[in-house]
């Protein structure tokens, strides 16, 4: 009987190797320790959220990292992007380099600084070289283009001012209806998705001069679950040996690569991370803000259980201060002990002092424009993206298009001021068929979206729909399309997202996935659908119904 293993925090984090140290790295870890109080101390453990912004420094919210920087001495900050209502807002990096610069100068013990960079950089960072998501690394079935990502992720982080990635997902994407990983996983082979874990560490660490650390997340394994761990606790339906021989194959391949983090259990964080899988680095919770875990518990509290389970640092906490303050509480009254405290802390700041923070915390601003986003690294993130594309079904040849002028073009945004499509549409302009190219959003009426169907039916003689979402169909897009599939038009469902959107749609003439809905794959299918590309991706998942786990029909490049 499988039991249902709650996760409420998941991830490890994989550190560099060997945080003993020299002796002098190790004086200078002393020193640091001998520096702080009981309260400092806490703080370290704590890493607080940023946007990357510049605000002006009588503003009331940089006067607040003025307070937990200087003051508090948080131990580090984590990049994050500002959800708007028109999208999402990600950092510029040289306002990012100049607020990092004033941190640094203003704490005293260095910031280590983290960001979630899951497709590189571009997942925070305007400018910077644009991956696709880690699904599509696997269908182009080439660990060393997941090697080459860490080797860029890594450099053009260390040119941000960025020493830790949180990256790569280990998760082993068995579940289809999950919400929450999906694309970001590798896959649901555990030794495919192992031999990509790896490369990506091994890839991230190849340059000694950009050393970073790395973070498998999310321990024990998030990929059977079926809820949103951002708005719930998730759980795994599974028992002990379905962990052992899916979920922990990956963090196993990671721990041997470098190092990991977990939950709210000692029996997982400690038990089974520490004890069993004999791994010594860095433990870091996921986002402690986050509703699965938030509204479970009173503030400071979930930062507590923490680190009595076992975790190292405490991410993210809804408010920093009370962490710190119930953390100290829990130390005087013999809840936590001193030793326990300065045992994470140590692991903090020796963290710190591999990566180099000792001797240089500030970034070079002049040097981002020599690192970032370079024309190799775009050029390999786009034959990369190219590489991934997965043809599941071409009834009748459909791919590649015989008559695109005959085609109209359907593109589904993810929201009425997203910028996903923008890329698929220039190409399409490009090619000579925009005036049979249409754009819709989720929140247009039925009435708009009726009129837009029939308007495709009736001026074509094939139909092509691309969904740009990592998410399931928005609005009323499923209706839409089954609308023109009853129309009796040929209807070619491009998925640049999920490979899992087939499954609602089987009577398709033709369905190809990119796995990623970023521009370089936008390219990608444009350039698939007009034949200017070989189609050789295979479907690092089993899609129930339609497909299974390695296929994909292979399509070579039209001659032209």
């Known amino acids: ?92 990096p040289y306002a990012l380099a100049a607020f990092l610069n004033r941190m640094q100068r203003m704490a005293p013990i260095p910031l280590i600084v983290a960001g979630d960079f899951e497709r590189g950089a571009s997942m925070r960072v305007d400018g910077t070289t644009l991956f696709p998501h880690a699904m599509s690394f696997a269908a182009a079935g080439d660990p060393q283009a997941t090697r080459y990502a860490g080797e860029i992720t890594a450099r053009d982080s260390r040119a941000l001012g960025i020493h830790w990635i949180f990256f790569p997902v280990a998760d082993v994407n068995s579940n289809p209806d999950n919400p929450i990983i999906n694309i970001r996983s590798f896959g649901e082979n555990p030794r495919q998705v192992s031999a990509h874990v790896r490369a990506f560490i091994e890839g991230a660490r190849a340059d000694a001069a950009n050393r970073v650390l790395t973070t498998a997340k999310h321990f024990p394994g998030h990929g059977d ?11 795994i339906p599974s028992d002990r040996t379905h962990l052992e021989s899916v979920e922990l194959v990956p963090f196993r391949a990671a721990i041997d690569a470098a190092g990991l983090p977990a939950t709210l259990s000692p029996a997982i964080m400690t038990g089974l991370l520490r004890d069993e899988l ?70 903090v700041l020796e963290a710190k002092q591999k990566v180099g923070l000792d001797r240089a915390r500030l970034v070079n601003v002049e040097g981002i424009a020599e690192v970032i986003n370079s024309p190799e690294a775009a050029a390999r993130a ?106 009796g038009r040929p209807v070619t469902l491009v998925s640049l997202g999920s490979p899992y959107l087939a499954r609602g749609f089987p009577k398709v003439s033709a369905y ?49």
């Open 278 to 347: 004999k791994f010594q680095g860095l433990v870091v919770t996921d986002a402690l803000e986050m509703g699965g875990i938030a509204k479970g518990f009173a503030k400071g509290e979930a930062a507590v259980r923490a680190l009595e389970a076992g975790a190292d640092v405490l991410l993210m906490p809804p408010d920093p201060e009370a962490a710190i303050r119930a953390v100290v509480a829990a130390v005087r009254v013999g809840r936590l002990s001193a030793k326990r405290i300065d045992r994470s802390v140590t692991r």
């Open 1 to 92: 009987m499988r039991k249902l293993i709650f996760l409420s925090i998941a991830w490890l984090t994989l550190t560099v190797a060997g945080l003993c140290g020299t002796p002098v790295q190790k004086a200078v870890v002393r020193r640091w320790l001998s520096s702080l109080t009981l309260s400092q101390k806490v703080a370290q453990l704590i890493v607080i959220p940023f946007y990357g912004e510049a605000p002006n420094t009588r503003s009331r919210q940089y006067q607040r990292f003025v307070r937990l920087v200087r003051d508090q001495r948080v131990g580090g900050l984590a990049l994050i992007n500002r959800s708007q209502g028109r999208g999402i807002q990600r950092a510029e």
């Open 382 to 487: 786009q034959e990369i993206a190219d590489r991934a594309v997965t043809l599941v079904k071409n009834e009748n040849a459909s791919v590649p298009l015989r008559s695109p002028k005959d085609t109209a073009f359907v593109i589904l945004t993810e929201s009425r001021y997203s910028t996903g499509g923008l890329a698929i549409s220039r190409e399409l302009t490009q090619r000579g068929v925009a005036a049979r190219t249409i754009s819709l959003d989720p929140t247009m009426p039925d009435s708009e979206l009726d009129a837009a169907a029939q308007r495709a039916a009736a001026s074509a003689d094939v139909v092509v729909m691309a969904f740009l979402s990592a998410g399931a169909l928005g609005g009323n897009y499923t209706k839409l399309i089954d609308t023109l599939i009853a129309s």
């Open 512 to 560: 190809l996935t990119t796995y990623s809905p970023v521009a370089t794959a936008e390219i990608a299918a444009a350039k698939a659908l007009f034949g200017e590309i070989e189609i050789g991706g295979h479907l690092p998942v089993t899609i129930p119904g339609i497909a299974d786990l390695g296929f994909g029909i292979a399509l070579p490049r039209r001659a032209q």
């Open 225 to 235: 679950t079926a809820v949103d761990s951002h708005l719930e606790l998730p759980a």
